[in-house]
């Protein structure tokens, strides 16, 4: 089905990127500055909402487990694969709507979901209902990446979308520091709390807090409502289409994302680096995040208390920073070189096998820390021009769905990062306390490996995005 540049949408018009399209091919036209920011704001305020939920949840698990009567494998389904199967069978389709309608309609609904199902969980009375709550959960925020990428690519210039995306980390920044001093306290202020019974629901204490936690959602689903809808842009010739008489079978393949996939593969030298590294350091980030507690304890001898203390200091730093030098390389780097994004991405990928290194041989717990502190600065840093790059090269028809198969990368790989290196530790090693070596040797492989597909993206990169140029996007 044919779909018009901006369908459904009423864009305020009114700024031009000025670089663009110099051989006289129709120039895109750009919402106006306070639209294309306020829209940004309410995109980060959504993304803020959604790890703010993911946060709080993991803090409340022993209190899930221990009302509910749960075992250790049951928790951890519970937090992770249940949305990663969501992911892999709802992500996808419902990305595809950020392709066919307006985005700020599929942001708002996703994230009204959010909030409904997170509130749903507050009321949860067995084990098969939490599960329920967290799988829609996860359908309801795999929309918002694929479409809130997808709106920000149309509403910043190229020249200018890196800084959107830096600024779109204060989400993640935001819900991640403040999830834990918040979601705390609330635990703190309800573990006395006898279970109250309405209409015949029992709900403890701590489901109040999901509850609670569910109301900034709707806010979030209400502000989409007031943002203007930026014009897309025209897709190209070359964009891969469903044919025009084809069957019921095809128009499911193709809604589940079969052209996205193709669109891929016909640009593989491109894309497959970028995917594949992402993939790799985010099996060794993922995973070293979840084990580096067990680490400081068994190496450092350090305690929970202290462990988090110094993690809220220093990643909170590292974030700080990895959001202004993220930004700021790219746009330094964008006025000599094409391929900007990814070379930028290399060198903070680079950054983060040092740092991750250092720390995992540091011979102090403090040192280690700030290591630690280094890295989470260049992880976030390299994020900004990840996101960017795929924006700048996806085919626009189907941008959201290349997003959401990035971004399953991103999500499958990083949940199986804690099961590999226990596999490791286990089978390879054979030694719990040496989990030092563990880590070395998982850090050791995956994230130089990751470094080498990022820097073999940059030539292809550079390549596809003069081929874009020249077809005047």
Not at 12 to 33: H, L, M, R, Y
Not at 85 to 90: K, P, S
Request: hydrophobic share 55%; with cysteine; proline share 5%.
């Amino acid at each position: 089905m044919a779909i018009a540049p901006g369908a459904g949408a009423s864009p305020e018009i009114g700024t031009k990127d000025p670089a663009a399209n110099a051989d006289g091919t129709p120039q895109k036209e750009w919402p106006s500055v306070g639209a294309r920011y306020w829209a940004l704001f309410v995109i980060v305020f959504a993304t803020f909402v959604t790890f703010f939920d993911q946060v709080v949840f993991g803090m409340l698990a022993e209190r899930i487990k221990t009302d509910f009567g749960l075992t250790d494998a049951q928790l951890g389904f519970l937090a992770g694969p249940a949305s990663i199967i969501c992911y892999l069978f709802v992500g996808i389709p419902l990305a595809r709507l950020a392709d066919l309608w307006p985005r700020k309609y599929v942001l708002a609904g996703g994230v009204a979901v959010v909030g409904l199902v997170t509130a749903l969980g507050g009321i949860a009375q067995t084990f098969v209902q939490f599960v329920g709550s967290r799988v829609f959960l996860a359908a309801g925020g795999s929309a918002h990446a694929p479409s809130s990428y997808s709106l920000i690519a149309d509403a910043f210039p190229p020249k200018i979308i890196t800084r959107a995306f830096a600024l779109l980390q204060f989400g993640f920044i935001g819900g991640t520091t403040l999830g834990p001093v918040i979601g705390g306290w609330l635990i703190v202020m309800t573990s006395s709390w006898e279970p109250s019974h309405i209409a015949g629901l029992r709900i403890f204490g701590w489901q109040w807090i999901l509850i609670w936690i569910a109301l900034p959602a709707f806010i979030a689903a209400l502000l989409f409502l007031t943002v203007k809808e930026p014009a897309r842009f025209a897709p190209t010739a070359d964009a891969p289409k469903a044919p025009s008489n084809a069957g019921l079978g095809r128009n499911i393949i193709t809604f589940m994302g079969w052209d996205a996939v193709k669109a891929i593969n016909t640009r593989g030298r491109v894309y497959y680096p970028l995917f594949a590294a992402l993939a790799l350091s985010a099996l060794d980030s993922f995973g070293l995040a979840f084990w580096r507690i067990p680490f400081m304890i068994r190496t450092f001898g350090w305690n929970e208390a202290e462990i988090g203390a110094a993690i809220g200091i220093t990643v909170l730093i590292g974030s700080l920073a990895g959001l202004l030098l993220g930004g700021t390389l790219v746009e330094l780097l964008s006025k000599k070189y094409k391929d900007a994004n990814v070379r930028a991405a290399f060198i903070f990928f680079c950054g983060t096998t040092v740092s991750t290194l250092a720390a995992l041989l540091a011979p102090t717990g403090w040192t280690s820390m700030i290591a630690f502190g280094f890295a989470a600065m260049f992880g976030l840093a390299g994020a900004v021009p990840q996101n960017a790059a795929i924006q700048r090269i996806a085919p626009n028809s189907m941008r959201g769905q290349v997003t959401a198969i990035y971004l399953f990368m991103f999500t499958f790989f990083g949940a199986m990062g804690s099961f590999v290196i226990g596999l490791i530790s286990q089978y390879v090693i054979g030694d719990p306390e040496k989990l030092r070596e563990t880590l070395v040797l998982t850090a050791g492989i995956l994230l130089p490996l990751a470094c080498l597909l990022m820097f073999r993206a940059i030539k292809p990169y550079r390549g596809e995005v003069e081929r874009l140029e020249a077809l005047g996007r």
